[in-house]
């Protein structure tokens, strides 16, 4: 995009140059998650999902915007927040908002999916759940029911989700299936199945042999026994992450203070749990808790109200991590 034509203050303006750019959007982003904490140019690069090379003329102008600040020097170098200037509480605010709106839009999404009950599966796949996604997209939401209810439960599911397409301004595709025609859905979309956002009922990669398979290899599909390592590997990744962004602790309440509205009284009594972890422990506190190795802790890890909340990159690496972690 060319520079507009007529010039503008800076001083007075000085958004334009805070916000002028994706790269500035991005990096402001991260940084400002990390809760004042320094970063190094390569991890502020990795977690903006941006080249490293491509990120120094975007600091550089923020640098000179006063927003962030450079510490140290060399390879030691880092990139910090300024939360001490004029307009971060703006910015925090409005990445706080950012972050809050796609979580209460999933939760939407989830809330509505579990009125209908006969559904298998209903999960999402594509753009969104790759992250890539573009504005105005449609949103690809799949269905899995049995054949006779199939047609009805599509179009229910449909006019379920109209008033969440109105509110969001986003067209939602329902695309009916059965466990079978899942079944021979060919190899070069088994990852898409693999990388799928999940809404209600069973996983959609339990219905096909590779993306089974393929998960199982990965720990994910697993006995009882396995599966409390892998939610202690999450819970491990889950702890890193609070220590970068404790700001997940409170978005974490909110999510369940939306879970609890729509639980049952046996869900209920273990979110009021967390509830009152999460309100009453410091975040080095709660990191330790997260991993703790008693029979409560093994309990709810089970039911994390985090990993939702997380950036579609840090679910990757806890993604990652977790299996490496659980590795025979």
């Not at 999902?49 to 510490?71: K, P």
């Not at 199982?216 to 006995?223: F, N, S």
């Not at 749990?273 to 990191?287: D, K, V």
């Amino acid at each position: 995009m060319r520079p507009p034509a007529t010039p503008q203050s800076a001083r007075r303006y000085p958004l334009n140059a805070i916000l002028g750019t994706e790269a500035n959007v991005r990096l402001l982003r991260v940084l400002i998650a990390a809760m004042g904490q320094p970063l190094a140019s390569g991890e502020l690069a990795a977690r903006a999902a941006l080249a490293r090379t491509s990120i120094y003329r975007a600091l550089d102008l923020l640098e000179q915007t006063g927003i962030v600040i450079y510490i140290g020097a060399g390879r030691q170098r880092q990139v910090r927040f300024r939360r001490d200037h004029s307009l971060a509480p703006a910015l925090e605010t409005l990445f706080t908002a950012e972050a809050n709106t796609y979580a209460e839009f999933l939760g939407a999404l989830r809330e509505t999916a579990a009125t209908i009950p006969d559904a298998t599966s209903v999960w999402i796949e594509g753009p969104l759940a790759t992250g890539t996604d573009t504005l105005g997209e449609p949103l690809a939401c799949f269905l899995i029911a049995a054949p006779d209810r199939l047609p009805s439960l599509t179009t229910e599911l449909r006019d379920a989700f109209a008033p969440i397409e109105r509110m969001y301004d986003v067209t939602i595709p329902i695309h009916g299936l059965t466990r079978s025609e899942l079944a021979m859905r060919a190899e070069g979309g088994v990852s898409a199945l693999t990388g799928a956002i999940l809404l209600a009922g069973t996983p959609p990669a339990a219905f096909h042999p590779i993306a089974r398979e393929r998960l199982a290899r990965q720990h994910r599909i697993t006995g009882h026994g396995d599966h409390d390592a892998q939610a202690l590997a999450t819970a491990a990744a889950l702890a890193d992450l609070v220590a970068k962004d404790p700001s997940i602790i409170p978005r974490a309440l909110q999510e369940l203070e939306r879970q609890m509205q729509r639980a049952s009284s046996g869900e209920r009594r273990e979110l009021k749990e967390w509830a009152h972890i999460l309100s009453t422990t410091t975040p080095r506190r709660l990191r330790n808790l997260l991993v703790h190795p008693g029979e409560r802790m093994t309990r709810l890890r089970q039911t994390m109200p985090f990993v939702s909340l997380l950036s579609l990159e840090d679910r990757a690496r806890l993604s990652v991590r977790a299996a490496q972690e659980t590795k025979p």
